[in-house]
């Protein structure tokens, strides 16, 4: 059974630019949630779907936005880039609505220059 | 007020057993306590999960006191691949990490 795969694994952006990261979940999860992993501020929750509903949300601005399709497939934005912006960007998923047991994915390595 | 605390760091050899203790004084009636690993730049691991009492898998063993107020994470025998980054959770309805235990084994 594949595992959650995140792609791009790596990318550089410019400031100011946008950028969309796509997470494919575990075959039969429903719920995704996004993180953001720096050395500073460690794992921070972004968003978490399930069922194409955002249901929890973390404390982040709106530049960063997700959504998740009918196939479960979930893709978060960020636009008008930071060099703060640059972390890897994690995303787990999970059969249903709890988070006993997370699947996370290798994540994407983001770098604004 | 932060769901849970742990040792920001520990130091072990290869062959030791490590105990990494995690603090939990608010968990709920429901809260199960979980425990991944994560190795730098990848996503963190599922490692195990339990209740109360104590579990035991093919990688670690959790041990629960009856109040629920802490928990134990025991690795056997550890080698330089188990050196990672910890992480206690109790949240069942969402994911919540704190800094997690730092794990450096050494030979």
């Known amino acids: 059974k594949a595992g959650v795969t995140q792609t791009p694994r790596y990318l550089i952006k410019t400031r100011g630019q946008q950028v969309t990261l796509s997470c494919s979940p575990i075959?039969?999860?429903?719920?995704v949630s996004w993180y953001q992993q720096t050395p500073g501020q460690g794992l921070q929750f972004l968003f978490e779907?399930?069922?194409?509903?955002?249901?929890n949300k973390g404390n982040f601005p709106g530049r960063f936005s997700g959504r998740q399709f009918s196939n479960s497939r979930s893709e978060m934005n960020v636009s008008t880039l930071e060099l703060g912006d640059s972390a890897l960007y994690l995303c787990?998923?999970?059969?249903?609505?709890?988070?006993?047991?997370?699947?996370f994915g290798q994540g994407t390595r983001l770098t604004v220059v | 007020l932060a769901k849970t605390t742990q040792p920001i760091s520990m130091d072990s050899y290869e062959g030791q057993e490590v105990n990494i203790t995690c603090s939990h004084n608010?968990?709920?009636?429901?809260?199960?306590i979980t425990w991944y690993q994560q190795f730098p730049s990848q996503g963190p691991r599922f490692i195990i999960q339990?209740?109360?009492t104590k579990v035991t898998n093919e990688v670690a063993s959790l041990f629960i006191p009856a109040d629920r107020k802490s928990s134990t994470l025991s690795l056997p025998r550890v080698s330089l691949s188990d050196t990672a980054v910890y992480y206690c959770?109790?949240?069942?309805?969402?994911?919540?990490f704190g800094a997690g235990t730092i794990l450096r084994v050494k030979s």
């Open positions: 959770l109790v949240e069942e309805d969402k994911l919540v």
């Open positions: 339990g209740y109360k």
């Open positions: 608010n968990i709920a009636t429901n809260d199960y």
């Open positions: 779907y399930f069922s194409e509903t955002q249901r």
């Open positions: 787990a998923s999970s059969p249903g609505t709890g988070w006993t047991e997370a699947f």
């Open positions: 075959s039969g999860h429903r719920s």
